[in-house]
């Protein structure tokens, strides 16, 4: 019987999740997730193979694990930023930074763009995890909307503009020139959706 690590089995599945996920994060940022297979995730992890095999099927159902996870936690995470601001301009560029700083492992990592090498199902997993943040910047233009803060819009398409704008840059490692680049951002996307001309916090 396989070493049980923590606690309890509960705490041993937890944590050798927690390994498979890091280990899939680490390979994917040196390489293309379609060069990586679950013997180097487990051995990456330091987990044996067959352990992988008792969480996740495959590759892509262990990619849609982590996932699932890092959109449930980051979701909260910005929910608890955003519940201490309350004009929906400054929840507007709480957000715009909340996503520019997000490390998006899966869009920079090296090799074919992820559309390209997953199944249809996979992809559409995939979509509903991103509905999960599109719902709060969604919530966040209607209040503006609705407090004329923003001027009436199409707001499903705006999401998808204000969304692709974010998760298509780069931000420098450097602290200042990483400020310079989500200073520009907020302009850009408050500029792009008619917010009220505020001073930045």
């Known amino acids: 019987m396989p070493k ?7 705490e041993h599945r937890q944590m050798t999740r927690h390994k498979l996920f890091t280990a899939l994060s680490t390979l994917m940022a040196e390489r293309g997730f379609d060069t990586i297979t679950l013997a180097d995730i487990a051995q990456a992890a330091g987990v044996g193979r067959t352990a992988v095999y008792n969480h996740f099927s495959d590759k892509e159902s262990l990619l849609l694990g982590f996932i699932t996870h890092e ?3 980051y979701a909260l995470t910005l929910e608890r930023s955003l519940a201490e601001v309350e004009e929906p301009v400054d929840q507007l560029r709480t957000y715009i930074r909340q996503q520019a700083q997000l490390t998006r492992v899966f869009h920079l990592a090296p090799g074919p763009d992820l ?3 997953l199944s249809r199902s996979t992809l559409a997993r995939l979509r509903e995890h991103a509905v ?3 719902s709060i910047l969604k919530r966040i233009l209607h209040d503006g909307i609705e407090t004329g803060a923003f001027p009436p819009q199409d707001i499903d398409p705006t ?4 969304n692709a704008c974010l998760s298509g840059r780069l931000i420098p490692e450097e602290p200042q ?14 500029r792009a959706v008619g917010a009220r001309p505020t001073v930045a916090a």
Do not use: K
Request: charged share 25%.
């Open 132 to 134: 999960v943040v599109e």
């Open 71 to 73: 959109t449930e936690q």
């Open 115 to 117: 559309r390209t090498v």
């Open 177 to 190: 020139a990483r400020e310079r680049a989500i200073r520009a951002t907020e302009t850009f996307v408050l």
């Open 159 to 162: 999401v998808q503009l204000v």
């Open 4 to 10: 049980i690590i923590g606690n309890s089995l509960h």
